[in-house]
C-alpha cells in the first residue's frame, strides 16, 4: 500500500513507525511531518489541512490510504471531500466524515447523542446568549465545582472548571455574551462535576464491528503531582491498573456498542478511531468527552502494545471486514515520558539544538515539535520528544523511559519526573 499519513506530532511519528513495519507497506509519506516521521517514510510540506494540496499529491503519488492523525481535517470534513471527488472516491481516509467528527467537534452533539443512546454521562444542558439567564439558574441549582464547556474546537482550552457561583457565572457571561472562545463559545454546555480517575479507551471501527485497543491514562498538567497549567500531555501509561477485565466489561457493554449501534442509528459511517475519556466514578463509567481521533501522548503507548500489523487493520477498516481481522496486544507494560520546551505551555524558544539522539537505547524517541536540517535535530514546539519504553512492570518500564531521558539534552529542556507514580 502506498500510505500518506497528515499530521506532524508524536502521535503521527508513532503512526508512521507502525505502519513502516507493515508487510503491506510499499511507500510512506508523512504531511507535513517532523525530524522523527522521515525515519519511516518522506515527508511532505503539505499542511494536514490544505485539502487541495493533499488531492494533488494523492493523485500525483497513485497514493492508496490516507490515515488522519489530528482532529482539524476531520472535522473540516476531509473525508467527505474524498467521497465527492471523482477521482478521489476511492481512496480510502481513516477517519470519520464530518458529521461523525462531530463527536469531537461539538460537545452540543456529543451530549445529545449521548443522552439518546443511554450512554453515561455526567447531566447537562446546553445554552446560548439568548438563553443565558437560564444558564445562571441551572448553574444556582448545581452544586460546585461547575464545569463550564465551550461547544466547538477551542484547542483544549475550551473547558472551565471553576469553585464558586459567582465566577461560573461571569465565565458563562464572558463565554456567551464576549466570545471568550470565538465562534466556538457561542454554545457553553454546562454539566454536573464528576469525581473520579480519568483514563481513556480507544476503539478502531469500520462503522459496523470494532476492536477495543489498549487503554491508557495520560497526564494533562505541566507539574509533578498534577500541578500548573494544562497542557497537550505530558506522559501516559498503558495498561491502567485499575482497568479491570470487570470495568473494562462496563465499558464495552455500556459505552463502545451503544456508541457504535449509535451512530449506525444516526447513519453515520464511522470509520477510524473512536477516543473515548472516561471517569471511573466508584467503579463506574461515565464519558467525559468523544474525540475523532487517537490521543497524543496516549498512541505513544498504545500502539507499541498492539502486535499486529496496522496497515492490515487498516485495511480492515476500509473495507468493511474488521472483523475478519485479528488483532493481538503486548501484555508489557508502556510508558511514555514528554520532554518540552522550557516555558511551555506558555511562551518558549524553540529552533535548540537536541543532543544525545543516537544514545538512547531500549527505547522508542516519538518526535513531535522536532525539525531536521541535515543530521541535526531542533526543537520547533512546545512538546518535542515523547519517550516511550515497554517493560514487565509500570516501574520497569518507567525506568527505561528515565534513563533514556537523562541521555537526551537541549537549551531549556524540562520533562516531569512522576508520570506513572500514582498508578504504583
Ligand atoms: P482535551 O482537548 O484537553 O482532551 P477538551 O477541551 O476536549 O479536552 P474535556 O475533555 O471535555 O475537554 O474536558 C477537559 C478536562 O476537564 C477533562 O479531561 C477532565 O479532567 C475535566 N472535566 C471535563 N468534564 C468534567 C466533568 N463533568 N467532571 C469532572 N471533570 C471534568
Not at 23 to 34: C, D, M, R, T, V
Not at 365 to 388: E, N, Y
Not at 396 to 402: G, I, V
Amino acid at each position: 500500500m502506498r500510505v500518506l499519513v497528515l499530521g506532524s506530532g508524536g502521535r503521527e511519528h508513532a503512526l508512521s513507525w507502525k505502519i513502516a513495519q507493515s508487510s503491506h507497506l510499499e511507500e510512506l509519506y508523512i504531511a507535513p511531518g517532523n525530524a522523527g516521521t522521515r525515519l519511516h517514510g518522506t515527508n511532505v510540506s503539505i499542511k494536514a489541512d490544505d485539502f487541495q494540496g493533499i488531492r494533488k499529491f494523492v493523485l500525483e503519488k497513485n497514493i492508496s490510504i490516507v490515515v488522519v492523525g489530528p482532529e482539524d481535517p476531520l472535522v473540516k470534513g476531509i473525508r467527505d471531500f474524498f467521497e465527492q471527488d471523482e477521482e478521489l472516491k476511492k481512496i480510502p481516509v481513516i477517519g470519520p466524515d464530518k458529521k461523525g467528527a462531530q463527536l469531537e467537534g461539538s460537545k452540543d452533539f456529543s451530549k445529545v447523542f449521548m443522552e439518546k443512546y443511554n450512554i453515561p454521562t455526567a447531566k447537562y444542558k446546553t445554552f446560548t446568549k439568548d438563553t443565558l439567564e437560564e444558564g445562571y439558574a441551572f448553574l444556582a441549582k448545581l452544586k460546585p465545582p461547575y464545569v463550564l464547556k465551550a461547544d466547538g474546537l477551542a484547542a483544549g482550552k475550551g473547558v472551565l472548571i471553576l469553585d464558586n457561583l459567582e465566577e461560573a457565572r461571569a465565565e458563562l457571561s464572558n463565554m456567551l455574551l464576549d466570545a471568550k472562545f470565538g465562534d466556538a463559545s457561542s454554545r457553553v454546555v454546562i454539566e454536573e462535576f464528576l469525581k473520579g480517575i480519568e483514563l481513556s479507551v480507544f476503539v478502531l471501527t469500520d462503522g459496523h464491528s470494532y476492536k477495543i485497543l489498549p487503554e491508557a491514562k495520560d497526564y494533562k498538567r505541566i507539574g509533578e503531582g498534577d500541578t500548573g497549567l494544562n497542557t497537550g500531555g505530558m506522559g501516559a501509561v498503558s495498561p491502567v491498573p485499575f482497568a479491570t477485565p470487570d470495568f473494562l466489561d462496563k465499558v464495552e457493554n455500556q459505552i463502545v456498542i451503544p456508541t457504535i449501534k449509535g451512530l449506525q442509528q444516526e447513519d453515520i459511517n464511522y470509520k477510524g478511531f473512536i477516543f473515548i475519556g472516561l471517569m471511573a466514578v466508584k467503579g463506574e463509567p461515565f464519558v467525559i468527552e468523544y474525540n475523532c481521533r487517537m490521543g497524543d501522548p496516549e498512541t505513544e503507548v498504545v500502539l507499541p502494545r498492539i502486535k499486529s500489523d496496522l496497515l492490515d487493520l487498516f485495511e480492515g477498516v476500509a473495507t468493511g471486514t474488521l472483523s475478519e481481522r485479528d488483532i493481538e496486544f503486548d501484555e508489557k507494560t508502556a510508558t511514555t515520558v514528554m520532554m518540552v520546551s522550557g516555558g511551555y505551555p506558555e511562551s518558549y524558544e524553540k529552533g535548540k539544538t537536541i543532543y544525545g539522539l543516537n544514545e538512547v537505547e531500549n527505547c522508542q524517541v516519538f518526535h513531535a515539535g522536532t525539525t531536521s536540517d541535515g543530521p541535526v535535530v531542533t526543537s520547533a514546539g512546545g512538546r518535542v520528544l515523547a519517550v516511550t519504553a515497554l517493560g514487565k512492570s509500570i516501574e520497569a518500564a518507567l525506568a527505561k523511559s528515565y534513563n533514556a531521558l537523562e541521555k537526551i539534552e537541549f537549551e531549556g529542556a524540562y520533562y516531569r519526573r512522576d508520570i506513572g507514580q500514582d498508578l504504583l
